[in-house]
């Protein structure tokens, strides 16, 4: 890899997360908002160039304990 290949692609972080759905828009900005202002802080990255994306997965298809989440929030009664 070259020095300029390699200096592009450490400005440039991706940050991906995983959870499951059920959190509203305004959350899901604010947690993205924050991770990209850690980012450029601690990775030394343009704001400008940091990607932040969610990938949500319906509660039936995430499983914690052996139970979807479904199951999980009926067990707790919600």
């Known amino acids: 890899m070259s020095d300029a290949q390699e200096q592009r692609e450490t400005k440039m972080p991706e940050v991906t997360i995983h959870m499951a759905a059920g959190r509203t828009l305004?959350?899901?900005?604010?947690?993205?908002?924050?991770?990209?202002?850690?980012v450029a802080k601690h990775a030394g990255a343009d704001i400008e160039?940091?990607?932040v994306q969610i990938i949500e997965a319906p509660?039936?298809?995430?499983m914690?304990?052996?139970?979807?989440?479904?199951e999980r929030?009926?067990?707790q009664g919600k």
Do not use: P
């Not at 914690?64 to 479904?70: A, D, M, Q």
């Open 49 to 51: 160039n940091v990607v």
């Open 73 to 75: 929030r009926a067990a």
């Open 26 to 38: 305004e959350q899901k900005k604010a947690l993205m908002e924050d991770i990209s202002n850690a």
């Open 64 to 70: 914690k304990g052996g139970k979807t989440f479904v």
């Open 59 to 62: 509660l039936h298809d995430k």
